[in-house]
Nanobody, 127 residues
Framework: QVLLVESGGGLVQSGGSLRLSCAAS????????IGWFRQAPGKEQKGITC???????????DYEDSVKGRFSVSRDHANNTVYLEMNNLKPEDTGVYYC?????????????????WGQGTQVTVSS
């Protein structure tokens, strides 16, 4: 069974940091891209990052403009987990964060390119 499970969300003050985890099972991470998406209250879902995986590591990550320089993606090959490190968080980063499995040769921030989604984890940044 293909499964993605996010964790690590919480309440943090503006300027703080959080690390989200996306634990994958039932498929080979090296054969896919992994994306992170945010669903903010009253707003459309937004692609935050897309990471091409391979060789047990991250090969390339594309970042949405508002998170460049603040967010980064890493991977724990042994635990089949992808992380989203979020620094200098802002109130506008608040939302439910989802990781999703994408196609192996396309890295995009468009949600329709992803076929499997986790349940989401809430991130709240207070001002």
């Amino acid at each position: 069974q293909v499964l993605l499970v996010e964790s690590g969300g919480g309440l943090v003050q503006s300027g703080g940091s959080l690390r989200l985890s996306c634990a994958a099972s039932g498929f080979n991470l090296d054969e896919h891209a992994i994306g992170w998406f945010r669903q903010a209250p009253g707003k459309e879902q937004k692609g935050i990052t897309c990471t091409m995986l391979g060789g047990g590591t991250t090969k390339y990550t594309d970042y949405e403009d508002s998170v460049k320089g603040r967010f980064s993606v890493s991977r724990d090959h042994a635990n089949n987990t992808v992380y989203l490190e979020m620094n200098n968080l802002k109130p506008e980063d608040t939302g439910v964060y989802y990781c999703a499995r994408g196609r192996p040769i396309v890295c995009t921030l468009v949600a329709s390119a992803y076929d499997t989604w986790g349940q989401g984890t809430q991130v709240t940044v207070s001002s």
